[in-house]
């Protein structure tokens, strides 16, 4: 887990999306679904802390992230809630938040499917063999490049 992204680019290098529509739907789905993720960067502060204010990291539920897809894109993801079961509360905490995460990466998982709630925000459903393990519901994103793993030298 870092504290900052690590994947090289500058802050408005790709442009930021907030709502999902049809055609952005469609390029997600041709260029990341079913990618395996690679790696994560999560952010000790977030997009969505108001008026600078932020939550102690125990409280934190929405956070702001790096995935690292097998195909060298990123998803850098913005004020996003995880959840494990859509029906639960989000995940709340940094560190407790960064462990699942990074677990469910280590055992393997993919970035199985792209839908979009009653809002147009973005949602990835992570999964391992097409089981859904995480949700994550995105205020923001961006997709870009990458050429290292966080920790990579």
């Known amino acids: ?3 900052i992204s690590t994947n090289g680019k500058g802050p408005g290098e790709s442009p930021l999306q907030y709502r999902l529509d049809d055609e952005q739907y469609e390029e997600l789905v041709d260029i990341v679904a ?5 790696g994560l960067a999560l952010w000790e502060e977030s997009i969505s802390d108001e008026g ?3 939550p102690s990291p125990e409280q934190r539920e929405l956070f702001d992230l790096d995935l690292y897809l097998e195909n060298k894109l990123l ?17 709340r905490g940094w ?3 960064g462990k699942i995460v990074q677990t469910l990466i280590n055992q393997g998982i993919w970035l199985d499917e792209i839908a979009a709630t009653e809002e147009d925000a973005l949602v990835l ?3 391992r063999n097409h089981l859904p393990q995480l949700y994550l519901n995105v205020s923001g994103w961006t997709v870009e490049e990458w050429e290292k793993l966080p920790g990579e030298q």
């Open 34 to 38: 079913g990618e395996r993720v690679m």
């Open 125 to 127: 459903i992570l999964s």
């Open 75 to 91: 998803l850098a993801l913005y004020g996003t809630a995880l959840y494990t079961d859509p029906e639960s509360d989000p995940l």
């Open 95 to 97: 560190q407790q938040a």
């Open 1 to 3: 887990m870092n504290d």
């Open 52 to 54: 600078g204010r932020r």
